[in-house]
């Protein structure tokens, strides 16, 4: 192990412009008056991991309010969990937090 200078930096302290860290999005399923409640809970335990009463609570929300966040992540995975949702026939869409 080399001893450490005081003037040296810690290296993980120093970060690169292109480092910074992704900007977040949310994914919003939008209500679809056609779908089962049963389906909606279903798939967003399939495609989410959400346990059932979490699931539960977004299907609800989607319901009475017209849309709910799923997710917020990093832009190609919110946009993979569109085309996931869009495969299942529900309405999802991007929207930067």
């Known amino acids: 192990m080399t001893p450490r200078m005081p003037h040296d930096s810690d290296p993980w302290a ?9 900007s977040r999005y949310n994914v ?3 209500r679809s008056a ?4 049963l389906f909606v809970i279903r798939a967003v335990m399939d495609l989410t991991r959400f346990c059932k009463e ?3 609570h977004r299907m609800w929300e989607a319901y009475h309010l017209g849309r709910t966040v799923v997710v ?3 832009l190609e995975r919110a946009e993979l969990y569109v085309e996931q ?10 929207e930067p937090v």
């Open 28 to 30: 919003v399923l939008h």
């Open 72 to 74: 917020a992540t990093h």
């Open 14 to 22: 120093r970060r690169s412009p292109s480092s910074r860290p992704p």
């Open 34 to 37: 056609d779908m089962s409640l």
């Open 54 to 56: 979490e699931a539960t």
């Open 85 to 94: 949702f869009a495969e299942r026939g529900l309405p999802a869409s991007v």
